[in-house]
């Protein structure tokens, strides 16, 4: 399928990666709805869905694209994982910011049970977006932009990084607007680093790795205090603001890693 993709149309394009995301999502909700009716712990319900909707995506860039890009078992993980170092300086960051922000709040001992459920929800977390947003996505754009050329490569990459973070206004039935709006411009600067570094890799694996450790910086942090009594605060335009200039360092790292992505041949001696 996906040499046959060079030859649609944009149109067909558009309405193919559409009904792939949208129809991941439906597994998603309708899988962690299911279990949720049935009285399955909500991390649990969460994590199986995580898990369906995982496997519901590789198989479609199994069918599109084959499995030769996933790095599995001929990639190098460890360098590929000293490439993208500067992802544990910004994990860092995030957690000692969660800190600062947490600390006004009653420290808790959460169950075992809840960190192990925390570490493998968020480990599939990272394997679904990953598969969807730096597999399949990032891949179908390729084909239609050109994979071997530079600028075909960062329009992929920040294509696919926009439409990442434009898919966490999902979240707003959870959070308020605001907050939203500063998590999909974080996400969107995120997606540009892991698809800048899934392209240099060549292995998924490192980009989940550092996925999950992205959440694993707020999420794992939160659970270690009590929120039962905190008000429901938006955050203001001045910490969204700030949010998208402090996502500029990550961008200009992201694009000092894309120069390796220049062809030899595009160059210019």
Not at 4 to 16: E, M
Not at 188 to 198: D, Q
Request: aromatic letters at 16%; a neutral charge; proline letters at 2%.
């Amino acid at each position: 399928m996906g040499k046959k993709l060079v030859t649609k149309n944009w149109v067909y394009t558009a309405i193919f990666c559409f009904v792939v995301i949208l129809g991941v999502f439906v597994i998603y909700s309708a899988v962690m709805d299911a279990f949720v009716i049935l009285g399955v712990w909500s991390k649990v319900a969460e994590t199986i869905a995580r898990f369906t909707a995982s496997m519901a995506v590789l198989a479609v860039y199994w069918k599109a694209f084959g499995l030769q890009e996933f790095g599995l078992g001929k990639k190098n993980f460890f360098r590929g994982m000293f490439t993208g170092g500067f992802m544990f300086f910004v994990c860092i960051l995030n957690a000692l910011a969660a800190l600062a922000e947490y600390m006004e709040y009653p420290v808790v001992m959460p169950p075992v049970s809840l960190i192990i459920m925390v570490v493998i929800e968020q480990l599939f977390v990272g394997l679904f977006e990953e598969f969807l947003f730096r597999g399949f996505l990032l891949h179908t754009l390729l084909v239609k932009f050109g994979e071997n050329k530079f600028s075909g490569k960062m329009a992929a990459v920040f294509i696919s990084s926009l439409i990442f973070g434009l898919v966490h206004f999902m979240n707003l039935n959870e959070q308020m607007l605001n907050e939203t709006i500063s998590q999909v411009c974080s996400s969107a600067f995120v997606g540009i680093f892991f698809g800048v570094l899934y392209l240099r890799v060549r292995n998924i694996w490192v980009v989940v790795c550092y996925h999950a450790l992205t959440n694993y910086a707020g999420d794992l942090t939160a659970i270690f205090f009590d929120f039962s009594a905190a008000p429901a605060v938006d955050v203001g335009a001045g910490d969204i603001l700030m949010t998208i200039l402090a996502n500029m360092v990550l961008l200009f790292v992201s694009l000092f890693l894309a120069r390796k992505l220049i062809p030899e041949s595009q160059m210019i001696c």
